[in-house]
């Protein structure tokens, strides 16, 4: 389901439960249920909940927190450790072909092209955001990225993602990156999960509301105030994270400059 008029503001929002609007999925109706309570509020499917317009304005004005959405576990992990790194020796890419083999419930609700179409976008944007085509069109402008999901019942809750990433070096010689990840979908979020139920339960107790960017690094699609890019470097995210808990300590923020110290 794509943003339309009820998301815009939390009045159309409203209108539209009373109207009993078809653009308002029972997803958002939690999430609305929750902020309204002052409950922190975390997405961890890739479908429209807490990042729109109307629930953004919901939770400024109940000083809740909120963080959104669909939890980063397998494939986009990999991603988001992998892209940094090859930015930052700039190393080019020419194309990202990436697939999922698994058979549980999420497998299952993938399979339909409707529900595939909405992981899809938020898998995609990954790499955008990590590599800055715009800013380094000769290394990153012409990236070819394919993501395909295969539901495969026997393989169960036990996924697995495979990448082919093509790479250019010094002189444009061209190589390869092939990574297998065998992995536990359930295994991999749940920690997600308790993390963000600690963080946000944390945020609320700091006076924090609205959306916390510093959340990020549990996300694949990751919320930012208006104006701002999303972060997508999960070592950009753990920095931003680990200050933002030093300054809730009321701790000296980390710098790495490497002058501001003795060693």
Not at 59 to 69: D, E, F, M, V
Not at 75 to 89: C, E, H, S, V, Y
Not at 125 to 145: K, R
Request: one cysteine or more.
């Amino acid at each position: 389901m794509k943003e339309s008029e009820v998301h815009k503001t939390l009045a159309n929002f409203e209108k539209g439960l009373k109207e009993n609007s078809y653009d308002i999925p029972p997803s958002m109706i939690y999430t609305y249920a929750a902020l309204k309570m002052g409950i922190p509020y975390a997405n961890g499917a890739p479908n429209l909940s807490c990042d729109v317009p109307a629930m953004v304005e919901l939770a400024k004005l109940t000083s809740t927190p909120i963080a959104g959405k669909d939890f980063k576990t397998g494939q986009t992990l990999m991603k988001t450790i992998i892209a940094p790194g090859l930015r930052a020796r700039a190393l080019g890419v020419d194309g990202w072909f990436s697939t999922n083999i698994l058979g549980n419930r999420d497998g299952a609700v993938l399979d339909d092209p409707d529900n595939f179409k909405t992981k899809e976008v938020s898998k995609l944007s990954v790499l955008e955001e990590s590599l800055e085509p715009d800013l380094f069109p000769a290394l990153y402008g012409d990236l070819y990225h394919k993501v395909r999901i295969n539901y495969y019942p026997p393989r169960g809750d036990n996924k697995e993602s495979w990448d082919n990433i093509d790479i250019r070096g010094w002189l444009n010689y061209p190589m390869q990156i092939k990574i297998n990840f065998l992995c536990r979908d359930s295994i991999l979020a749940a920690p997600v999960a308790l993390d963000l139920a600690l963080f946000l339960d944390l945020a609320k107790r700091s006076g924090m509301s609205g959306i916390q960017e510093w959340l990020s690094f549990y996300l694949k699609s990751p919320q930012a105030p208006k104006g701002l890019h999303p972060i997508h470097d999960i070592f950009k995210q753990l920095n931003k994270l680990e200050n933002t808990l030093r300054y809730m300590a009321g701790e000296e923020l980390i710098t790495y400059l490497g002058q501001d110290y003795e060693v």
